[in-house]
């Protein structure tokens, strides 16, 4: 069997892909996370443990993300929060000093085997020579070495691959003269020995590192070599729902804002590997517009004291109502000032975002009778799930209209969530549900609803490392908690690891771009089944949520009475207006469709009464005329045949021009021109012409045989 040795970047693919799945890179956020929270001499929350990061190793880390780390820390006891701060337990703090101080010795005692290597085969050369050697062996050949094997470094310490046969060895030795370098090549073979076990503990903990810089993001070099196998750039077009554009411009107090503003500066940053094109549908804004203008209007009729608006701002729930509220104790703005910017210049501000509106007609679809009774049993369901909560037919046709959009936009088969290209990207969690309820039905595996947090996972494939952080990772021993010996199942994992790609280096039959599409499908794959569930989406935001609910209500509780109970009444007075606000946005909603109803029965009237008018007015009249007109120019013009050839002559050249009026005025008139008698009358209008004609001649002919040429031919001489 031949093998072929994959490229560089595959390998590292396939190192990503095998390790997330492990994983891996959520075990590196915990190491971090205790890092940062042990060395920072700050009080430091989740957010603030996010910034350490992102300052100590130029990456950025979705909050919700380190956010679920820091609670599966908690959980373990391996961090505690007091006072909204983060901190090592007591236990912990010895537990963890004494494996910093392991990590120490073995670095320590690496290093001592190295330089008694060197000293022994140079035993002139002094001490600290042989130290700086050390650093230059670290640096410029084992943190390379590791790099450039990758997974392939552990078969040194498997023993299943000569030290003698590393990369980058000659490079290193030619940095020193000729005369040393077969004896320092002698000492580095001896270091790498694995029954050296200082050593095999040290390179197992630079390997251990390295995986966590593989597991975290691709290098650019990798991305660009994916783009090329894979023959040009991923494509995502995604449609936003309504609630996501409120999340943008934070129009209402959710908990999905944050990860709809980060996906939006996320499709910035993944322009040169990927191409989001985003989208809005007419139906969203005009769905957004209604529901901007209703609550406009209610806001416009309540009296807004300091007292009333504090108790809004300051209530729970996740409203537009609260997020007015809010903005109102900052700046006294009127509800008609605050909304003007949406309701007038919606699709211009989406613009700014990167968002177009879909040149696409959706009506059709909208008026599809099987959409219709989509939407039908959709409303039904809701109403009898839900109630009065239920959501209204307006907006239960425009999730059902949407989604099929998506779906009658993806291929009829799709193998990968890159093949899909099409997505709807919503922070309502009810459309989420509807298209779980969907996929079901269809026996569908991918879905067509994303939250934002789940499309975040997926275009983080694409945004690449950066050098900063390799370099802090592999060649900053200042991160002791990441260079950690292989835990229970870590050697497992790497040996997976080198049985799969000793698979993929073995089989002819896989092609390097059949290789890197299954490697990138499970990946993908893996991103939207860990994120699928709409509640886990949101569980590390809610939980930080309820955290600060928490501390709001110890420091109520050491308040003034008097106080609670003023704020007290002004929270119930606040949820009556809430109550109050929804059901007045719904009967907006409700009269809106009603319109809709009145507007397509009037509609249907006029089409009615054109048409009506029309048959009167161009059909019956005209065509009286022309009966009474061809005999009574019969007896006025005399051609010399007899009386009834003559009306049925001028009754047919006037039908000839009656068909043709018929026809151009028919398509002139909207309403007629839909009309299907008049369509098929269209339809055969040429033949009507060419019959009607072939009749005149018929007629004249045989009136010119009878008359004229038939008595000349038998006159007698």
Known sequence: ?????????????????????AGWWDKAIQRLVLGVVWHSDKRLDSPGVMHELQKLLGISINLTRVSKQIEILKANNELIEVSGRLKLPENKITEYTHELVRVQDNQIAAQQV????????????????????????????????????????????????????????AEFLNQFPSEMQSLLRRSVIKFLDPKNAES?????????????????????????????????KPVFNILFDTNFLFSIFSLHDNPSNEAAVSLINLINETKEYVTVNSYVSPLTIDEAKVVLQ???????????????TSAIAESEGCGMIKRYAQERLKYDILPEDYFAPYLFQLIELLQTKGIQLIEEDLDLLRKNPVIRDEIEQQLEFLQKTHGQDAKSFYSVEHDVVLWNFVKQKRPARIDSPISAKYW????????????AYRRRLNSSILPICLHPTSLIQMLQFWIPRTTTFEETIINNLRLPFLFQAFGEGDESVTVKLLQTLSYFENISDLSEHTITNMLINKNLRKKIGDSDDANDQIEAIKDFLQI???KLRVDLETSNQTIQNEQKANQELAARLEAHVTKQSELEIKNKELELSIANLENQKAQEDSIRSFVTRWVLLPL????????????????GISKIYQSIIIFTCMALGEVALINSVGLANIYVSDWKPFNQFHKFYKR?????????LGIVATAIYEYYIKPLLFSSP
Do not use: H
């Open 294 to 308: 209703s609550t406009k209007r209610s806001l416009e009729s309540i009296t807004f004291t300091p007292d009333v």
């Open 624 to 639: 009286l005329i022309i009966i009474l007109a061809s005999v009574g120019l019969s007896y006025v013009f005399d051609f």
């Open 688 to 696: 009507i012409l060419a019959l009607i004609g072939t009749v005149i």
């Open 548 to 550: 600060e609910e928490a």
């Open 200 to 232: 095999r503990s040290y390179i197992m903990r630079l390997l251990n590192a390295y995986f966590f810089t593989e597991a975290s993001q691709l290098k650019d070099k990798t991305l660009q070599k994916i783009i090329q196998v894979v023959e040009g």
């Open 424 to 435: 709807v990207i919503t922070v309502d969690y009810g459309f989420l549900q509807y298209d």
């Open 114 to 169: 190295f330089v008694e290597a060197i000293t022994e085969a140079l035993p002139t050369l002094a001490k600290d020579s042989a130290e700086k050697i050390w650093e230059v062996f670290n640096r410029d050949l084992l943190a390379p070495m590791i790099r450039d094997l990758g997974v392939r470094a552990y078969e040194l310490i498997a023993g299943t691959r000569k030290a003698s046969d590393i990369p980058n060895l």
């Open 1 to 21: 069997m031949s093998t072929k040795k994959l490229p560089d970047e595959i390998v590292s693919l396939l190192q990503y892909v095998e390790l997330n799945e």
